[in-house]
């Protein structure tokens, strides 16, 4: 079974070393890094699920390794590190790219809490495998591709991706829509709750047979939505809680 990748591109080597360690305790496959260079050498080599990123560095800074890395069309999460706490500096992590901003020193039980919180939002609960077929299709979870029946390979955006795992970690279960808005787009968003029923209409265009006629997304009506990889599931009537 395949486990998030998390890259630590830190300059100071005891805590690099002790977010390794609880990392790895946890359960992910961990990569160092303790200069810029390094660590662009290894996000492009290695594609990561996450990058842990120190603002300061030797050389190029954080900041500006992120927006490098985006400019580069890379849309891996990235948790900033910094000593600087002033609202100017995390807003410059968070123009350049980064996804969530940590001020040092912090306590290790939110670290890792703002860690697993990322990964939640690009599709991770727990350690699922890399790639999730169903139908004929497979979905592929690192390259953010589907290749469907008919042998075409479709690229997936972040938003139709996170939903999709997020449905395929609780297949047969009912998911609110509240709990994909919480779990895909996190706190850096609020969007309406009708914005779920799009992504999810994108979804049945792809992977359905008929999109009209789902076997595979479920609408519960007044709830959410609840995927069945089998194709036997069926849609609940208007006004049918479950």
């Given amino acids: 079974m395949t486990c998030p990748t998390v890259l630590i591109v830190e300059s ?8 390794c360690d609880n990392l790895e305790h946890e359960g992910y496959d961990v990569a160092t890094a303790n200069d810029s260079e390094t660590g662009y050498r290894a996000w492009v080599r290695a594609a990561p699920d996450l990058v842990v990123l120190d603002v300061t560095l030797p050389g190029t800074d954080g900041v500006d390794l992120c927006r490098r890395r985006r400019e580069e069309g890379d849309r891996t999460p990235v948790l900033l590190l910094s000593a600087r706490s002033q609202a100017e500096d995390r807003v410059e992590g968070l123009a350049a790219g980064g ?8 306590h290790l039980q939110e670290f890792l809490l703002r860690v697993k919180a990322l990964l939640r939002r690009r599709g991770w609960e727990g350690a699922p495998s890399a790639t999730f077929a169903f139908g004929g299709h497979r979905v592929d979870y690192r390259s953010w591709t589907a290749r469907l029946t008919d042998g075409r390979e479709v690229p997936l955006g972040e938003r139709e991706l996170g939903i999709f795992r997020m449905l395929a970690s609780r297949a047969g279960e009912v ?3 509240d709990d994909i808005l919480d779990g895909v787009w996190g706190s850096d ?3 309406a709750s009708r914005t779920v029923d799009n992504f999810v209409v994108r979804l049945r265009r792809l992977f359905e047979p008929d999109p009209s ?3 595979y997304f479920h609408t519960v009506w007044g709830v959410g939505y609840r995927f069945t990889p089998s194709g036997d599931g069926r849609e609940d009537e208007p006004g049918i809680e479950t």
């Fill in 175 to 177: 998911v609110s829509r």
């Fill in 189 to 191: 968003a609020f969007p």
């Fill in 213 to 215: 006629r789902p076997i």
């Fill in 99 to 106: 996804d969530d901003y940590l001020a040092k020193p912090f």
């Fill in 12 to 19: 100071e080597p005891t805590l690099a070393e002790v977010l």
